[in-house]
């Protein structure tokens, strides 16, 4: 099908015409589960989110498509998931949907592996799992001055009761709980810190803070997503002469940071204008905005340097 067929009068308002469910490509509307799912009733589903970005020239790419994959299969297997189609199927079914759906401008790409069997048994083996995908249009939400956060009174998950790396959907409550109560208290956003009072990440970002030359966040054993954004920042950071370190992050140099910014795929680089209340740094983010502007360089595919994360659409 090209981008000029008619679209199916199902499609939710919103979201791309077209959907992966069950095996094969069809309208979203259609792309219903019952209401005896067993990932409905108990969060067993691990997901991802993709952003695809209309490039320099013109033309559209999936910025780490092959990454998130391989991450959405690795942690499939936390939930003893199985799912027949390989790291490239997904990026071939996701270029599918993507010239299909044949949004505007940049877009958002929701796979998930899911306990397809209608169960209501509380375990994970002998269930059929499936993979599902959706797209839907999404542009830069980035706010320019600094985003106002607050240490959450919630804990982030921790590794031995549901793994945060593992992106598995029942935790994502704990991400809205936190969330839920910043924002009702007029915050953006809310840092989770681990049992034992370490910084972890935000609702839906992992953390950086930059002090003199150093750029540091949260080892990977503190609870947070693997995020392939942190991964991507690291490196800029680095190219950038930075010196980057994976270490733990006390609460206390959240006040007392130079500067601090949020990334993930959803937030990309946000910088923090203040956490509690207390005013980061000195309320300007020189080295944030650096970081932001080489990575929309590389998403962007300005920076030649970086080509290697796009995927042509
Ligand atoms: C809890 C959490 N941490 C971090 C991130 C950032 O991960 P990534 O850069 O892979 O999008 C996300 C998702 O965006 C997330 O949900």
Redesign the pocket.
Known sequence: MTATEPRPASAAAGLGAWAYFEGAVVPVGEAKVSIATHTFNYGTAVF???RAYRQADGSSAIL?AR??YE?LLRNARLLRATVPESAADLVEITLDLLRRNAHEGDAYIRPLVYKSAPAIRVQLSGMEDRVGIFTLPLGDYLPTGGIRVTVSGWQRVSDNAIP?RG?ISG??VN?AFAAEDAHAGGYDDAILLTGDGHVA??????LFVVRGNEIATPPLSDD?????????ILRIAADAGHDVAERRIDRSELYLADEIFL?????QVAPISSVDDRPVGTGEFPTSLDIQQRYFAAVRGSDDRYASWLTPI
Do not use: D, Q, W
């Open positions: 991802e989110g993709i780490f990454e998130h991450r945060a992106k935790s994502y991400a990440e935000a609702s839906a970002a992992n947070v997503l693997a995020g392939i954004t942190r991964a991507a990334t993930g795929t959803g937030v």
